[in-house]
């Protein structure tokens, strides 16, 4: 898909009705990655929550090439906002984005490692076993940030957590 293809589909989330909105996350889902680039940066200029939402939705139907460019923009916009929706698309993403994101929990940056914890919550049952492996870490901070992270994920988590590093 062109590049001028892609920006109109991606004007369209914004602007668009509901069928219109629809049928462009499905068009740029089947671009794949070259929708990528378009998709996160709308994510991060728009203000419109309700367009961000369907960005998120057409990064987390991409899936793994979305993985690094998201996590660097988290790293690099602040907007809380745009953060938790590109959160939302990498705990969509699911278990392809767990390593990375786990090696994105070294940030210096709290707020980015709590969006970073919430996209593995949202990841849910695929995450336990690296987290659970994180346990084991000679980092004390990634040990500390798998422990609460397994917490917040409730009995399944819990139960990780209670046995240890694997």
């Known amino acids: ?10 004007r369209v989330l914004a602007q668009g009705d509901l069928a219109a909105r ?4 499905k068009t740029l889902a089947a671009a794949g990655g070259t929708a ?14 309700d367009a961000r939402w369907y960005a998120a939705v057409a990064l987390a139907r991409i ?14 916009n602040s907007d809380v906002r745009f953060r938790r929706y590109a959160a939302a698309a990498l705990g969509h993403i699911g278990g392809p984005a767990v390593r990375p994101l786990i090696a994105a929990l070294s940030t210096k940056d709290p707020s980015a490692r709590g969006f970073f914890a919430q996209a593995l919550c949202r ?22 940030y798998a422990a609460m992270i397994l917490w917040q994920m409730g009995e399944e988590g819990i139960d990780a957590l209670m046995s240890g590093p694997g």
């Open 1 to 10: 898909m062109r590049e001028e293809e892609i920006a109109e589909q991606v």
């Open 22 to 25: 629809r049928s462009a996350v």
């Open 36 to 49: 990528v680039p378009a998709l996160v940066r709308f994510m991060a200029e728009t203000d419109n929550d």
């Open 63 to 76: 899936g793994p090439p979305g993985i690094d460019p998201l996590i660097e923009a988290i790293g690099k």
């Open 123 to 144: 990841v849910g049952k695929a995450a336990v076993p690296a987290l659970r492996a994180a346990l084991g870490s000679a980092d004390p901070d990634m040990r500390q």
